[in-house]
């Protein structure tokens, strides 16, 4: 984030709507709050299920909100077209890392495989220093109450510590959650950090 450039959220969740109404509700409002704040939103560009919701939350609330999606799935129709910039990039890989650079805090809402592949890479890469953003995960109805029990038995196992398991800011409440990343993000790196450009991620 440089002095003119707002404070830019990136969200990953899911591209459909989930089982639970709440899911869509917190979508919702984590969309408008990042509006409301002042800040960007950044997320993958699609128009269906909780990424849409986000989005036109977002939208409706006069935010400004930044779009990337592969090539692939813009063929498809699938890219949202009424954002104030949708980036079309060839690959997946290119989408993570221009959304990672655009990006000054990163949030997990409900989502499938697709969100908890972006939500572990971006936070193993917090880990080893390729940023120094704070990573957040939205526990909405209890829906990562699973994956948190696992990782407290990975850790248990041996495979990872509880350094890195602080490094993931989990909370239920959107407006909590969203404070808590952008109070982390003002004071500075962690113990993980090194040089980096404005956002705190280093190209791979």
């Known amino acids: 984030m440089t002095p003119s450039a707002p404070f830019s959220v990136c969200v990953y969740c899911g ?14 409002e984590i969309g ?3 509006a409301e704040r002042g800040w960007r939103l950044v997320y993958g560009g699609g128009k269906a299920g909780l990424m849409g919701i986000v989005a036109n939350a977002a939208l409706a609330a006069h935010g400004t909100v930044l779009g990337v999606i592969p090539r ?19 690959t997946m890989h290119e989408r993570k890392q221009a959304m990672a650079e655009a990006s000054d805090a990163f949030v997990a ?9 972006e939500l572990f890479e971006v936070w193993t890469w917090r880990h080893i220093g390729f ?7 939205l526990d909405t109805a209890g829906f990562y109450a699973p994956l ?16 890195q398991q602080a490094m993931l800011h989990v909370d239920s409440d959107p407006a909590r ?11 500075g790196p962690g113990p993980a950090g090194s040089s980096s450009g404005p956002s705190g991620f280093k190209t791979l």
């Open 15 to 28: 591209s459909r709507p989930g089982a639970d109404e709440r899911y869509a509700h917190a979508a919702n």
């Open 32 to 34: 408008r709050l990042i």
């Open 72 to 90: 692939l799935l813009q063929d498809r129709e699938i890219g949202h077209d009424g954002l104030d910039e949708l980036r079309v990039v060839n």
């Open 109 to 117: 809402l409900p989502g499938g495989i697709g969100t908890l592949e």
């Open 131 to 137: 940023h120094r953003s704070p990573v957040g995960l």
């Open 148 to 163: 948190l029990s696992f990782m407290r038995h990975t850790e248990a196992a041996g495979f990872i510590d509880a350094r």
């Open 177 to 187: 959650l969203l404070d808590t990343l952008h109070a982390q993000a003002q004071t």
